[in-house]
């Protein structure tokens, strides 16, 4: 059967069609490719102008969007940021890492039930990366939810007995709660574990004083003034006779 004109035509366009798209999604690879590059490079700014041009081509490519989003991550502009998190989240419903960087940019522009909230939905998917417990407790520690940061700060010492600042947020948690008994022993684990923080003294030190201990909260004072805390040198003149 003779092929009639009309349906050559046809043939031919559609050819011609699918080899265009065929090099458009070539371009835009190596331009996706391009922009990964340039972020290496920590050239944000055109890493940003590279993976806007490929929106252009690919509007529904999450994965355009979530390197757009850490572009705008690494040039410090969160409110960007989140908002190409969120495009790739909607292209993307089970994107676990844009979930993970927004909820980091949320905790940064202090809308902490949000960054709450992602982390969360990070925990769903991947329960084994005890960071992100630690993370969803700082959050809830903002939010003054102190038991539900307590239970994550806690998961995280349980699995990963080292990470010194679990232990020491822990303090603070129960400082803030007014359980100066418990914040010790959590602030003695946190030095135990690292004792290069000045502020691990600070803390420990003020909590001492509150209970009774003058001379432990002197001593801390100064090791805090040693690691170069600017506030210690004010509290020994105080306290510290």
Same mark, same amino acid.
């Given at each position: 059967?003779?092929?009639?004109?009309?349906?050559?035509?046809?043939?031919?366009?559609?050819?011609?069609?699918?080899?265009?798209?065929?090099?458009?999604?070539?371009?835009?690879?190596?331009?996706?490719?391009?922009?990964?590059?340039?972020?290496?490079?920590?050239?944000?700014?055109? $890493?940003?102008?590279?993976?806007?041009?490929?929106?252009?081509?690919?509007?529904?490519?999450?994965?355009?969007?979530?390197?757009?989003?850490?572009?705008?991550?690494?040039?410090?502009?969160?409110?960007? %940021?989140?908002?190409?998190?969120?495009?790739?989240? $909607?292209?993307?419903?089970?994107?676990?890492?844009?979930?993970?960087?927004? %909820?980091?940019?949320?905790?940064?522009?202090?809308?902490? %039930?949000?960054?709450?909230?992602?982390?969360?939905?990070?925990?769903?998917?991947?329960?084994?990366?005890?960071?992100?417990?630690?993370?969803?407790?700082?959050?809830?520690?903002?939010?003054?939810?102190?038991?539900?940061?307590? $239970?994550?700060?806690?998961?995280?010492?349980?699995?990963?007995?080292?990470?010194?600042?679990? %232990?020491?947020?822990?303090?603070?948690?129960?400082?803030?709660?007014?359980?100066?008994?418990?914040?010790?022993?959590?602030?003695?684990?946190?030095?135990?574990?690292?004792?290069?923080?000045?502020?691990?003294?600070?803390?420990? $030190?003020?909590?001492?004083?509150?209970?009774?201990?003058?001379?432990?909260?002197?001593?801390?004072?100064n090791n805090a003034k040693e690691l170069g805390d600017l506030e210690a040198s004010g509290y020994i003149k105080e306290f510290c006779k």
């Amino acid at each position: 059967m003779k092929i009639q004109p009309y349906k050559k035509l046809m043939l031919l366009l559609a050819s011609i069609l699918v080899a265009s798209n065929f090099i458009i999604a070539q371009d835009t690879t190596s331009t996706i490719e391009n922009g990964l590059k340039l972020a290496r490079e920590k050239k944000y700014q055109d $890493a940003v102008n590279v993976f806007e041009r490929c929106i252009k081509h690919s509007p529904e490519n999450a994965d355009v969007y979530f390197y757009l989003g850490n572009a705008y991550l690494d040039l410090l502009n969160f409110g960007k %940021a989140i908002e190409h998190f969120s495009h790739a989240i $909607a292209y993307n419903a089970n994107y676990t890492d844009a979930y993970y960087n927004r %909820a980091g940019c949320y905790f940064q522009t202090k809308e902490y %039930a949000l960054a709450h909230k992602d982390y969360s939905k990070v925990l769903v998917t991947d329960q084994s990366n005890y960071y992100t417990y630690y993370l969803r407790g700082n959050c809830s520690y903002k939010l003054a939810n102190y038991t539900e940061a307590i $239970a994550d700060y806690e998961l995280v010492l349980k699995q990963t007995p080292t990470v010194h600042e679990a %232990a020491f947020d822990l303090g603070n948690t129960y400082f803030s709660m007014g359980n100066y008994e418990k914040a010790l022993i959590y602030y003695d684990q946190a030095i135990s574990l690292n004792n290069s923080y000045s502020n691990y003294y600070f803390n420990r $030190a003020i909590t001492e004083y509150n209970l009774g201990f003058p001379e432990d909260a002197c001593a801390d004072f100064n090791n805090a003034k040693e690691l170069g805390d600017l506030e210690a040198s004010g509290y020994i003149k105080e306290f510290c006779k």
